[in-house]
């Protein structure tokens, strides 16, 4: 029986279950560059040409196996516009007796999936994503255990213990190693000035990544980002070697400064993994286990070693889960009713405000920004800005090559804009100037002074902090976790409240948060 096994543009991995019993003498492998997926957002360009480079270089793998690989190119002629029309094309070309891929890693296209299992002649198994280390009845079963009459806690801190009893990570017979689960309270330091940071590996394009690059330049010209320089690696074999590069030079500092921004540093000691994961590319298994060999060699501390661990088989795989367990009504979640449009230096990088002119920059070169300026500069003026949490999850998923609507869209509704109303956070990241002055050095060199409360020079988060508390003080005020600063408002003199309210009003009205004239830009 001829097998066509389907593998999408994020399924890059030669152990994925859609390939796992592949036979080179029967099956047809087959993947689409499809115009559809690539305009379903106005994807970054960089995003673009990483994806359909690393596509077929994974096809270009498979065939050096011995395997026939039909792999359909955008610019090829007649190429159909979506997967499903592509697919039955295939499996007519093939004669396919049966169709084999793994499950979508997004509702939208597994929605699809479901519907060409009506309209093809032959079966179509979906099977499950082997990738993650939490299957969905493994997440559920976790969110709705009985706990014997207490109220049930689903924060990601319980759910990661039970990742680690799991695995084996960093555990010593049975507990932590070190004696505690978390040791996040060590990774808050400010960077010092002197701080060195490592060289990254840069992956010069080859022929594939040249050629992509000019299909991307000639069709997608329209679409947000810089597509060079280009550097990510984008073969199986220069990922690992990238991984075991962070793993040796990046990693032993990636706790202490976790949380610190510099400007003109995007990277820091951030890895720059999580394309690379979410893509297939690595396993993020093989992540886990060299970080924990490099802390069992004494090559890297366990804080570190710790927190990158967490975030892998922790935060990823909780938020996954979030993404399965509330859809599809999450996509509409808008807790805090925020309705302001999205400003259009969202897609210049053009403000005064330099803490966002530079995260924003960064995305546009890098289609990188790293968790913190996500979440405390970008997530957190949305979220103090009262922006409509749609317009902000398709920013998000359109600006970043990690994108996959499975991980943006639970990190954006849920842990930047508290538009779930707490499912995901214990309360909003929302913070005034002050962290961010303390996190970066940013202000330094900004027209804004974070120093000032009230008026035309203050920093905008500093008032913009106090309105959204006012704003949204109905529900804020049934959070505990915001008691003490719910008092503070509560105790605010009236004329400051109004200053505040006026310094907003003015900021609302301001050429800042105009919105971005599509037309206008030519
Ligand atoms: P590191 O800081 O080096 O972390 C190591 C790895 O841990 C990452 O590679 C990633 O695989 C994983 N990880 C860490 N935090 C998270 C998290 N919150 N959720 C899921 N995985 C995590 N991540 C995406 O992969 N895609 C997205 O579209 C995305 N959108 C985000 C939007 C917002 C508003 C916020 C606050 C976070 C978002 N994140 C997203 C999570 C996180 O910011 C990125 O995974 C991280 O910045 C990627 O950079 P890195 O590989 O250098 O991460
Ligand atoms: C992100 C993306 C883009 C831009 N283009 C394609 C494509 O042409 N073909 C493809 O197979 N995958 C692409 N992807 C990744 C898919 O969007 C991703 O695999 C699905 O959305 C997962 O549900
Ligand atoms: Fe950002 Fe305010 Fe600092 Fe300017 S002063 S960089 S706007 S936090």
Redesign the pocket.
């Known amino acids: 029986d001829k097998v066509l096994r389907f593998v999408l543009g994020d399924q890059l991995s030669r152990w994925i279950s859609s390939l796992e019993d592949a036979r080179p003498d029967t099956d047809v492998i087959f993947m689409a560059e499809v115009m559809a997926e690539a305009t379903s957002v106005k994807h970054h360009k960089k995003k673009i040409a990483f994806l359909f480079s690393a596509m077929r270089h994974f096809a270009e793998n498979l065939r050096d196996e011995g395997f026939t690989v039909d792999y359909l190119c955008l610019d090829a002629q007649n190429s159909p516009g979506d997967f499903g029309s592509a697919l039955a094309e295939a499996v007519e070309r093939h004669d396919a007796a049966r169709v084999v891929m793994t499950e979508p890693s997004e509702m939208r296209v597994l929605e699809a999936a479901e519907s060409w299992r009506e309209e093809l002649d032959v079966d179509l198994d979906i099977l499950a994503d082997n990738r993650f280390l939490a299957s969905h009845e493994d997440f559920v079963s976790w969110a709705t255990k009985d706990d014997g009459g207490q109220p049930k806690s689903l924060r990601m801190e319980y759910f990661y213990r039970e990742m680690r009893r799991r695995t084996g990570y960093l555990m010593d017979d049975g507990e932590p190693t070190g004696g505690e689960w978390n040791y996040d309270a060590e990774n808050r330091k400010s960077l010092p000035d002197s701080i060195k940071v490592p060289k990254r590996p840069e992956f010069a394009p080859d022929e594939t990544t040249r050629a992509v690059m000019e299909l991307v330049a000639d069709r997608f010209d329209g679409h947000f980002g810089d597509l060079e320089p280009f550097d990510y690696p984008v073969k199986a074999k220069d990922a690992k070697a990238y991984l075991d590069w962070f793993v040796a030079e990046a990693l032993p500092c990636f706790g202490d400064w976790q949380d610190a921004m510099k400007q003109g540093e995007p990277l820091l000691f951030?890895?720059?993994?999580?394309t690379l994961?979410?893509c297939g590319l690595l396993d993020p298994r093989e992540c886990c286990e060299k970080a924990e060999q490099a802390y069992r060699d004494g090559d890297a501390p366990l804080n570190a070693v710790e927190g990158?661990i967490r975030?892998?088989i922790g935060?990823?795989e909780f938020?996954r889960g979030v993404y399965w367990l509330k859809m599809p009504d999450y996509a509409n979640s808008n807790a805090l009713e925020a309705t302001r449009p999205l400003p259009g230096f969202f897609w210049t990088g053009e403000t005064a405000m330099n803490c966002l002119s530079q995260a924003i920059s960064e995305t546009r070169s890098n289609a990188y920004a790293?968790?913190i300026q996500?979440?405390m500069v970008i997530?957190n003026f949305c979220l103090i800005a009262g922006i409509d949490p749609r317009e902000v999850q398709e920013w998000?998923l359109i600006v970043?090559s990690?994108?996959?609507e499975w991980?943006?869209m639970p990190?954006?509704v849920g842990?930047?804009l508290f538009a779930d109303g707490g499912f995901v956070a214990s309360k909003p990241y929302a913070a005034s100037g002050s962290y961010i002055n303390k996190m970066s050095d940013y202000c330094g060199s900004c027209r804004f002074d974070v120093k000032q409360k009230s008026g035309e020079k203050a920093c905008p988060f500093n008032y913009l902090y106090w309105n959204f508390l006012y704003e949204n003080e109905k529900v804020l005020k049934k959070n505990h976790r915001m008691g003490l600063i719910m008092g503070s408002l509560g105790k605010m003199k009236k004329e400051r409240l109004e200053e505040v309210r006026t310094d907003s009003e003015r900021f609302f009205d301001s050429s800042e948060m105009r919105v971005w004239d599509e037309s206008a830009s030519g």
């Open positions: 951030h890895s720059h993994l999580s994961i979410n990158f975030q892998i935060w990823r938020i790293h968790h996500r979440l997530g998000f970043y990690d994108a996959y991980v943006e990190n954006v842990m930047a």
